[in-house]
């Protein structure tokens, strides 16, 4: 079974610094897909990023960019000045990916992001 | 010791039909979560309860209806099923109702209307 795992439960920031989320998941599956969810006070969840496996190339959106390690099964999200609106739950999923098959979310539990002024 | 259990994990039924999702946490926590993944991955939330009291409740349709006999439990019914209905549904609780709380998702459930 393919499990994720945050490690680091609450993490803070400056405002216009930079932080890293950290995320490993275990899997023996070869293609695959990787999430950064972002979930505000509201608890709508926000798809922040998305990763396939087997491209080499890290994904970036605006202030938001991925390290993804394949060998070392790690999915790291970095922002890049950080704003208050930032301030959220983040959560990190893994998307085993079957041709026809049934596909299934694995979440994180979670890293509890506070950007201060 | 699974924390956070849904069944059926698979569901395939013919439009129109009645049918419920169960979930059930062994974690002691108050608050528990339906959530909706469609097929962008997208995932909205639908429903929170907290101690059996509902707390968030989406603009979904009202063939949704969520019941918590207990705050270990918090099913989903759906009557009427539509083809649109068809996704994965999520199951998560946590220790409170806070916004910033660490969530424990089930393993999902696969609806799928025919």
């Known amino acids: 079974a393919q499990t994720v795992t945050q490690s680091q439960p609450e993490m803070s920031v400056q405002e216009a610094e930079t932080v890293t989320l950290s995320c490993t998941y275990d899997?023996?599956?070869?293609?695959?897909?990787l999430f950064w969810y972002k979930q505000p006070p509201s608890r709508q969840m926000i798809l922040v990023i998305r990763q396939e496996a087997y491209k080499q190339q890290n994904a970036t959106e605006n202030r938001f960019s991925v390290n993804f390690q394949k060998a070392a099964k790690s999915f790291s999200l970095k922002i890049s000045d950080s704003q208050l609106g930032d301030t959220a739950m983040y959560f990190c999923a893994f998307l085993p990916f079957f041709q026809g098959g049934s596909e299934k979310l694995v979440f994180g539990k979670g890293t509890k992001l506070t950007v201060n002024p | 010791d699974t924390a956070v259990s849904q069944t059926p994990k698979y569901l395939v039924t013919q439009m129109g039909n009645d049918k419920s999702i169960k979930c059930e946490q062994n974690?002691?926590?108050?608050?528990m979560y339906w959530y909706k993944q469609d097929s962008k991955k997208f995932l909205k939330i639908m429903f929170s309860?907290?101690?059996?009291?509902?707390?968030i409740n989406e603009t979904v349709p009202n063939r949704f209806s969520p019941k918590s006999p207990d705050k270990a439990h918090l099913n989903l019914h759906i009557n009427s099923l539509e083809l649109g209905d068809s996704a994965v549904y999520f199951c998560?609780?946590?220790?409170?109702?806070?916004?910033?709380?660490?969530?424990?998702f089930g393993p999902g459930t696969r609806l799928l209307v025919l």
């Open positions: 309860y907290n101690n059996k009291e509902l707390i």
């Open positions: 974690l002691g926590h108050d608050t």
């Open positions: 899997t023996s599956e070869s293609n695959y897909y």
């Open positions: 998560a609780s946590s220790q409170d109702e806070g916004p910033m709380e660490t969530q424990y």
